[in-house]
T-cell receptor, first 116, second 114 residues
Framework: AQSVTQLDSHVSVSEGTPVLLRCNYS??????LFWYVQHPNKGLQLLLK??????LVKGINGFEAEFKKSETSFHLTKPSAHMSDAAEYFC??????????????FGTGTQLKVEL | KAGVTQTPRYLIKTRGQQVTLSCSPI?????VSWYQQTPGQGLQFLFE???????NKGNFPGRFSGRQFSNSRSEMNVSTLELGDSALYLC?????????????FGPGTRLTVT
């Protein structure tokens, strides 16, 4: 079975400092992993994806994530936080269903707060 | 390209009523998936439609149903509404096909059941 665990429900950083949002996954085969962001009262926006190519994945707005198979981790980082980064972040694992489609399994989310 | 659109954005219904939500995917996308988001259960997969057929289904009761039209637009219906159906319903579209592909989400429909 596929699952993701987001290790922190809330993370607070100061503007200009690094961001680290942690995610561990469980998958019976090589997974496809995503990070999505959700701003208040908005839908989900794709930040980045890993699909078995390069292990260091660069996304939008300066975010990146590194796939580490040995640690079953896919942590999200950003060198310098901006106020506009305050939002909820979801780590997502995708697996192929027998019907041929994909199903996304979401982590419980990490609320990022950015303070002045 | 226009993104995924969902209508209506907000809806208030009474217990026992039924409701229909609509989703228009990104042009060219053939797959539409529906998710329910609640504070208690998080984001859960409802079902996926591809080429007007339900291809996959999550663990929701039969009161939740959907359909897809030939232009890939999709509707989701919930009958005999319960208080616990209050949630943000998100629709996502993708190119589909084989293998892994990213899904693009709409802004959601906020359903409140009173």
């Amino acid at each position: 079975a596929q699952s993701v665990t987001q290790l922190d429900s809330h993370v607070s950083v100061s503007e200009g400092t690094p961001v680290l949002l942690r995610c561990n996954y469980s998958s019976s085969y090589s997974p496809s992993l995503f990070w999505y962001v959700q701003h208040p009262n908005k839908g989900l926006q794709l930040l980045l994806k890993y699909t078995s190519a390069a292990t260091l994945v660069k996304g939008i707005n300066g975010f990146e994530a590194e796939f580490k198979k040995s640690e079953t981790s896919f942590h999200l980082t950003k060198p310098s936080a901006h106020m506009s980064d305050a939002a909820e972040y979801f780590c997502v694992v995708s697996f192929i269903l027998t019907g041929g489609g994909n199903k996304l399994t979401f982590g419980t989310g990490t609320q990022l707060k950015v303070e002045l | 390209k226009a993104g995924v659109t969902q209508t209506p954005r907000y809806l208030i219904k009474t217990r026992g009523q039924q409701v229909t939500l609509s989703c228009s995917p990104i042009s060219g996308h053939r797959s539409v998936s529906w998710y329910q988001q609640t504070p208690g259960q998080g984001l859960q997969f409802l079902f996926e439609y591809f080429s007007e057929t339900q291809r996959n289904k999550g663990n929701f009761p039969g009161r939740f149903s959907g359909r897809q039209f030939s232009n890939s637009r999709s509707e989701m219906n919930v009958s005999t509404l319960e208080l616990g159906d209050s949630a943000l319903y998100l629709c996502a579209s993708s190119l589909a096909g084989q293998g892994f592909y990213e899904q693009y989400f709409g802004p959601g429909t906020r359903l409140t059941v009173t």
